[in-house]
């Protein structure tokens, strides 16, 4: 009897210590399977939540780009997980060192000319990638303090002047669709890429633009283009561009100053002297003392050295014109109406250069010329646009000027025939003659111009070639020294000749004196010989 007390009593203990052990595994169970949940809610929580900084949609509305955290109800542990990883605002980040700076010198870097667009999918991408403009440029420009993965705009308003031209020798291409960009005040890009595993990029060498369906391109430099040429080449070139300066100075003072060589050609000549001297001062100084070339210093440049080939162009007009029309017909202006066709030359010489100066500024180009650099790529190619063509087409339309002279010297020939067999028949032609003083003069001027224009003809093709060739900097550096050297070839050519030589040398001699009149020397005659 009592074994069986003892054997109910030990069951007794065993279901207890069953029921025990069932409530633990239940409680388990109900413990990993809320673990669960919240883990999945989290993974939810996480994938619908933001970047950090995508969403700056508007940083001219929102002060600070930062991420919001979706918070899910009765989770207050996530919540504060959450807060402590992503903070509301920039305060609680890492500020980084360098911040971005706004200076004058600061510039926003387009890809294409102003009044331009890209055309990315052209058909044939050997043309130009820029084309008329149909989407007006207008990027987003911010004043911004940068943290660690987080962006704090000021915002303050900023306006940037451009750079035009893609600074890039290698570079990689980001499109507007799939990345935000931004310019900060400094005119460094912001690029924010939204699926990318870095919230944000700063890039310093970039340049960027628009194309005509307004969607953002943005091309950042793997590798920039550097300069070929050393310095001390350069300042080599500049020096001697300072040596053509006193000779250049020396041709202009002695046609203005010498009566007999201060007439339309030598006025035209003088001028042209000082455009190419006033031209060369300023490249020189720019280039010896590193200043930079930007701004109105470049098209001061461009306006000088543009004005010295339309004065060459002058210079051959005015030998056509006597060929042709006043030396056959004889004709002697007066002085009024040689002021006028002095007056249309300088109109000429500087409303030509003044115009092309204007579309470089309306375009956003560079002003400065094509001395001492090569079209490596595609922007410096197109940065040259209007120096290097009109250059090139007033150079070959000074060359057909130059041949029809020489065919206008035959025609004339002719009429000297013609003069010298009725001379002396009839009194009424002898009274307006066949100036042959002028014609000698004329035909001296023309002999010097032809020779200037051969000069200038072979350094400028020497220097389209080195300009659109990747050809050794040795050769750019033998181009430029023979353009630095232009004022020593002006005076020699202008100066040597025997005639000019001759009234030069008779000008130094009686400089100074003073000639005695016949009265004066009967004065001095009376008081040596007293009575």
């Known amino acids: 009897m009592e074994l069986r007390y ?26 990993n399977s809320s673990s669960s949940s919240a883990e999945q809610l989290i993974n939810q929580t996480l994938s619908e939540s933001p970047l950090p900084i995508s969403s700056a949609t508007d940083p001219t509305t929102e002060s600070t780009i930062a991420s919001s955290s979706l918070r899910p ?35 926003l870097r387009k890809c294409c000319p102003i009044g331009e667009n890209l055309d990315i999918y052209r058909e044939n991408q050997s043309d130009s990638m820029c084309d008329n403009e149909v989407v007006k440029f207008e990027p987003t420009i911010i004043s911004a303090v940068l943290f660690d993965n987080c962006i704090e705009d000021l915002e303050i308003p900023t306006t940037l002047s451009y750079d035009i031209g893609n600074p890039c020798n290698s570079s990689l291409l980001y499109e507007g669709g799939e990345d935000v960009f931004f310019v900060l005040q400094d005119g460094s890009l912001l690029i924010i890429d939204k699926f990318g595993n870095d919230s944000y990029t700063v890039e310093k060498n970039y340049c960027l633009d628009i194309d005509k369906s307004g969607q953002l391109f943005a091309f950042t430099c793997i590798t920039q283009v550097e300069d070929k040429i050393a310095f001390a080449k350069v300042l080599f070139v500049a020096v001697l561009m300072l040596i053509s300066m006193p000779c250049l100075l020396l041709v202009s003072y002695l046609h203005l100053s010498l009566k007999l060589l201060r007439n339309l050609h030598g006025l035209s000549l003088s001028l042209m002297s000082m455009c190419l001297a006033s031209g060369y001062f300023v490249h020189s100084v720019v280039h010896i003392y590193s200043v930079p070339n930007t701004g109105i210093i470049g098209y001061v440049i461009q306006f000088f050295i543009l004005s010295y080939f339309f004065w060459y162009f002058v210079v051959c007009f005015n030998v056509l014109l006597n060929v042709w029309y006043k030396l056959p017909c004889r004709v002697q202006l007066s002085k009024s ?7 249309c030359y300088c109109f000429f010489a500087i409303a030509g250069p003044s115009s092309i100066v204007a579309l470089t500024v309306q375009k956003g180009l560079p002003g400065m010329p094509s001395y001492f650099l090569q079209g490596l790529t595609e922007s410096i190619r197109d940065s040259q646009r209007y120096f290097i063509p009109p250059v090139s087409t007033i150079l070959f339309l000074s060359f057909l000027i130059n041949i029809l002279s020489f065919f206008g010297f035959q025609r004339v020939k002719g009429y000297e025939l013609a003069e010298k067999k009725d001379q002396g028949q009839d009194p009424v032609q002898n009274s307006i003659a066949f100036d042959q003083q002028k014609f000698e003069d004329v035909k001296k001027d023309a002999k010097c111009v032809c020779l200037l224009g051969i000069i200038l003809i072979i350094s400028w093709l020497l220097e389209i070639v080195t300009f659109y060739s990747n050809s050794n900097s040795n050769y750019l550096l033998l181009c430029d020294m023979v353009n630095g050297l232009q004022g020593v070839w002006v005076l020699l050519i202008f100066l040597v000749v025997r005639r000019r030589r ?3 040398m008779r000008w130094w001699r009686d400089r100074g004196s003073h000639e005695i009149n016949e009265t004066e020397m009967q004065e001095l005659r009376k008081d040596k010989n007293p009575t």
């Open 502 to 504: 001759t009234i030069i």
């Open 73 to 107: 109800s009765g989770a207050p542990d996530l919540n504060s997980l959450q807060k402590q990883s992503q903070p509301e605002d920039c305060s609680q980040r890492e500020k980084y060192r360098l911040q971005p700076v706004a200076r004058e010198s600061s510039r």
């Open 6 to 31: 003892w054997e109910i009593f030990f069951v007794l203990i065993y279901l207890k210590a069953y029921s025990n052990a069932l409530a633990q595994v239940t409680n388990l169970t109900e413990i």
């Open 337 to 343: 109406w040689a002021t006028f066709n002095f007056a």
